[in-house]
């Protein structure tokens, strides 16, 4: 069972926090009824409850921390909390071509971009880089909305860049220092780019202005991540969020593990896959679970 606000928050040109933390109130009691059907089994067949403790918009989190404790506590059974950014890197592990550690992982996503030395399964990945400003998927729905285009904006600016020339122009790369990225520059200056075209030339070159900006955020992402699997003696290379469903970074990527497409967004999948490796609290010590917004 897939549940997704993509198109409720899309009037809105992204993620509105109460509205997303209302929605999952909504939803996450057909979602588990659904699920439970689909796999044609009960809440009797169930013996470890996992759930997303964060990092995240803190609403939603605590509907489904909230629900989690309460199948938990109801049926007496551990509950695993785990880590958001755990899940994305154990959407890996899953069928049909789970990849074992140790390697280098882009996780590319709205909310977080990441370069992560995973050694093992079940042990915390080291962070290597991160961004200093926006995530990978902020700015490209950034960029979608001085484009005039729809929510999300990754989706949106790779459809449109397909028919765009990606070196119409040329957009800088953050050269910050160490491993971390910087996109706020590449947004200031597609933001200079669109305010000083003329409304019909704008129009003419919305796809080439979409496809250099795509191209600068990739090309970010792939140099940082080849210099960070240098620095490491990385063999291999993984990426993981809803940025690695992006065509232009899938391709530049081309000899990574790709993180299947149905499972490069937030699912309940990678949650359960990372459960497997976390250590389970037993009834009833998670009754005082709480969720965290962010790993700061």
């Given at each position: 069972?897939?549940?997704?606000?993509?198109?409720?928050?899309?009037?809105?040109?992204?993620?509105?926090?109460?509205?997303?933390?209302?929605?999952?109130?909504?939803?996450?009691?057909?979602?588990?009824?659904?699920?439970?059907?689909?796999?044609?089994?009960?809440?009797?067949?169930?013996?470890?409850?996992?759930?997303?403790?964060?990092?995240?918009?803190?609403?939603?989190?605590?509907?489904?921390?909230?629900?989690?404790?309460?199948?938990?506590?109801?049926?007496?059974?551990?509950?695993?909390?785990?880590?958001?950014?755990?899940?994305?890197?154990?959407?890996?592990?899953?069928?049909?071509?789970?990849?074992?550690?140790?390697?280098?992982?882009?996780?590319?996503?709205?909310?977080?971009?990441?370069?992560?030395?995973?050694?093992?399964?079940?042990?915390?990945?080291?962070?290597?880089?991160?961004?200093?400003?926006?995530?990978a998927g902020e700015a490209f729905d950034k960029g979608a909305r001085l484009l005039g285009l729809g929510y999300p904006g990754g989706a949106e600016i790779d459809r449109l860049a397909r028919d765009g020339d990606p070196q119409a122009f040329d957009f800088?790369?953050?050269?910050?220092?160490?491993?971390?990225?910087?996109?706020?520059?590449?947004?200031?200056?597609?933001?200079?780019?669109?305010?000083?075209?003329?409304?019909?030339?704008?129009?003419?070159?919305?796809?080439?202005?979409?496809?250099?900006?795509?191209?600068?955020?990739?090309?970010?992402?792939?140099?940082?991540?080849?210099?960070?699997?240098?620095?490491?003696?990385?063999?291999?290379i993984a990426v993981v969020g809803g940025v690695a469903a992006n065509s232009e970074l899938r391709a530049a990527l081309g000899g990574a593990v790709l993180a299947p497409?149905?499972?490069?967004?937030?699912?309940?999948?990678?949650?359960?896959?990372?459960?497997?490796?976390?250590?389970?609290?037993?009834?009833?010590?998670?009754?005082?679970?709480?969720?965290?917004?962010?790993?700061?």
């Amino acid at each position: 069972m897939v549940s997704s606000q993509a198109e409720l928050h899309a009037k809105y040109g992204g993620v509105v926090p109460e509205v997303a933390s209302r929605r999952h109130l909504e939803l996450v009691t057909p979602v588990i009824q659904e699920a439970l059907a689909d796999a044609d089994a009960q809440l009797d067949d169930v013996e470890l409850v996992a759930v997303t403790s964060g990092p995240g918009l803190i609403g939603a989190l605590l509907v489904g921390v909230a629900a989690a404790k309460a199948i938990a506590w109801a049926r007496r059974l551990p509950l695993a909390a785990v880590d958001h950014l755990h899940g994305h890197v154990a959407s890996l592990y899953l069928q049909p071509g789970p990849l074992e550690p140790p390697f280098l992982c882009l996780l590319a996503s709205g909310g977080h971009t990441l370069l992560l030395d995973v050694q093992s399964y079940g042990s915390k990945p080291r962070v290597l880089g991160t961004t200093i400003d926006d995530a990978a998927g902020e700015a490209f729905d950034k960029g979608a909305r001085l484009l005039g285009l729809g929510y999300p904006g990754g989706a949106e600016i790779d459809r449109l860049a397909r028919d765009g020339d990606p070196q119409a122009f040329d957009f800088p790369i953050a050269r910050v220092p160490g491993l971390d990225f910087s996109f706020s520059g590449v947004k200031t200056a597609l933001l200079y780019a669109v305010r000083g075209l003329a409304a019909d030339e704008l129009e003419r070159r919305r796809a080439d202005l979409a496809a250099s900006y795509q191209r600068a955020i990739v090309r970010a992402l792939v140099e940082r991540t080849q210099q960070a699997a240098a620095q490491i003696g990385a063999t291999t290379i993984a990426v993981v969020g809803g940025v690695a469903a992006n065509s232009e970074l899938r391709a530049a990527l081309g000899g990574a593990v790709l993180a299947p497409l149905a499972l490069c967004t937030d699912n309940a999948a990678m949650i359960a896959s990372a459960a497997r490796y976390a250590e389970p609290i037993p009834y009833p010590g998670y009754l005082g679970l709480d969720a965290y917004a962010s790993t700061a």
